[in-house]
């Protein structure tokens, strides 16, 4: 080592050196092209160097082996592992790279799960309901979801207040000009489902809405009760030729249907075989255009007032009645109610009248259950009957979902309305079949207060089909307001669930537990109710007199 020292210490040594060699060393091995002519002399080198520039003083490098024309492999090694050891390097970053990728995913989403989730904002479904502004059905629907999902949001008006465009890709868009409050309220909205309380068609002047119904149709919007229902139900004659059919399936015993003549205009208004008999006008309802007509004479009379009105007329026999029956169906639920006037009129739904929940039997239930099967279905329903004083009933009525709401258990049957559109709702809009309703939850059915300012206690329909009836008497009701309920008496039970009877009553409550105590005890004796009505009939013309 000492020797190679001294000799590269040398300059007359590095000088005899070849040209470049210093370099070659520390370049590594370079290849040249192959030459056929004879490499030139390290004496020629020395001779023909002055192109290049002079060589400077090597620096003193490690070791080197002897001075070779030939290349050491050394150098050519290492070039080697250089490139080897780049590659493993190159790898690891890589490899380094991707682990650190995947930890910085696996944090990610860790910290995406334990995030909270962000709640997913539906758009609320639009329930139009038509009915009168008497009932705020918002209120019934304020915090009911579909599905527990999307929300529902209630725009409420009348058949006059509205009005709508259909088309056939869009749907239909109704315009809505309602006056709530002294304020005048215009919304455009499209409706994804129809509750209907009111009647779609009168014969008073301004108040035939078919149009409407054919709109909603049109634009595919769903409702209860069904549109196609509801169009029907603008004639009640149409109604009454379905309700034969029923009677002719079910025969006189199982459908008791009162018999009833159809003259198409007054030309065909000749006569009729018995009298006295009842005319009905045109689309009649709520006791209008009805008129008790005693003999021929009297027909003859009624003849030119239907050739006035330009329009069908039906007759049929009058029944003398001891009260008049009413069965609904909302859903899956059933009520029976009795009525029996009081003032004395023809009319069991004009004047005052005694309104009693009597007990559901399968009699009662075929007659709605057969009923509701028309026109596709009828998921709220009542038939109106009469009982007779011959002991036979007769039905005459059938009515849609625009029927009134009777007796104490108004709340409830609001209640079940609601629940009854929400399962169609979810039916329709989001394919869910969801169990129509057939009660209500206890705290839902609270009593209605009376006029008189005592409350009574409500029954639960389980008692009522047990038969434990509950009466409530109705002053000075209009045609209009048929079957609506006055000053309920406070039941004298006292055990669970009852109320404490006041012990100050007023002549009215008096005057209706008398009556009531005397139907209890003279079931079965016709003549003593017929005495105990006719002399209620004077206490209360003298009570009402005061």
């Known amino acids: 080592m000492n020797y190679l020292r001294r000799r590269l210490s040398d300059s007359s040594f590095v000088a005899n050196l070849p040209n470049g060699y210093m ?11 192959p030459s056929t002519s004879n490499p030139a002399s390290p004496a020629t080198e020395r001779r023909t160097p002055p192109s290049l520039p002079p060589q400077a003083p090597a620096p003193v490098l490690a070791p080197a082996p002897a001075p070779c024309p030939a290349p050491s492999p050394a150098p050519s090694s290492g070039g080697f592992l250089s490139s080897f050891s780049s590659v493993v390097k190159t790898a690891q970053l890589a490899q380094n790279a991707a682990a650190a990728a995947k930890a910085s995913a696996a944090a990610a989403s860790e910290a995406a799960q334990a995030a909270p989730a962000k709640p997913v904002i539906r758009k609320p479904k639009i329930l139009l309901v038509i009915d009168d502004p008497l009932t705020d059905w918002a209120k019934y629907f304020r915090g009911k979801k579909l599905n527990g999902e999307y929300d529902i949001r209630v725009e409420q008006a009348e058949f006059s207040e509205i009005n709508l465009a259909s088309y056939v890709n869009t749907g239909c868009m109704v315009d809505m000009q309602a006056t709530r409050g002294g304020t005048k309220v215009v919304r455009s909205f499209k409706p994804d489902f129809v509750l209907i309380r009111q009647h779609a068609y009168s014969m008073t002047p301004g108040e035939d809405f078919r149009s409407l119904v054919i709109g909603l149709q049109f634009g595919g919007v769903s409702s209860i009760n069904s549109l196609l229902s509801i169009y029907n139900f603008c004639s009640k004659p149409w109604v009454f030729s379905h309700m034969i059919k029923l009677y002719h399936s079910l025969g006189p015993e199982k459908f008791p249907l009162n018999e009833q003549t159809f003259y198409p205009n007054h030309t065909q208004m000749m006569t009729t075989p018995t009298f006295p008999v009842v005319v009905k006008m045109g689309h009649a309802h709520a006791g209008i255009g009805k008129i008790k007509v005693e003999n021929e004479l009297d027909f003859q009379d009624i003849t030119s007032v239907v050739a006035l009105a330009r329009t069908y007329a039906t007759s049929e026999p009058y029944v003398l009645s001891k009260y008049d029956i009413r069965i609904q169906k909302i859903g899956n639920n059933y009520k029976a109610y009795m009525r029996t006037s009081i003032s004395g009129n023809w009319k069991a739904n004009t004047g005052s009248a005694m ?27 009542a038939v109106k009957a009469v009982h007779g004083k011959d002991g036979n009933d007769y039905i005459i009525e059938v009515m849609d979902s625009s029927m009134p709401l009777i007796g104490e258990h108004v709340e409830e049957d609001r209640q079940l309305i609601t629940e009854l559109v929400i399962s169609k709702m979810c039916s329709v809009l989001l394919g869910i079949n969801a169990p129509q309703p057939s009660s209500v939850k206890p705290q839902m059915t609270q009593p209605r207060r009376a006029q008189g300012g005592h409350r009574s206690a409500s029954g639960s329909p389980s008692q009522s089909a047990q038969g434990s009836p509950q009466r409530a008497r109705s002053a000075n009701t209009s045609p209009s307001q048929a079957f609506q309920p006055g000053p309920i008496p406070p039941p004298t039970a006292t055990g669970p669930g009852s109320q404490k009877q006041s012990p100050q009553l007023n002549k009215s409550q008096s005057l209706t537990n008398t009556f009531t105590e005397t139907l209890k005890g003279n079931a079965t004796d016709d003549e003593a109710k017929a005495e105990t009505i006719r002399s209620l009939r004077q206490s209360f013309a003298s009570l009402f007199s005061d």
């Open 23 to 33: 370099m070659d060393l520390q370049s590594g091995p370079r290849t040249t092209p």
């Open 355 to 381: 309104l009693e929940q009597i007990a559901m039997t399968d009699r009662y239930r075929l007659w709605v259950d057969s009923c509701s099967e028309m026109f596709g279905g009828l998921d709220i329903c």
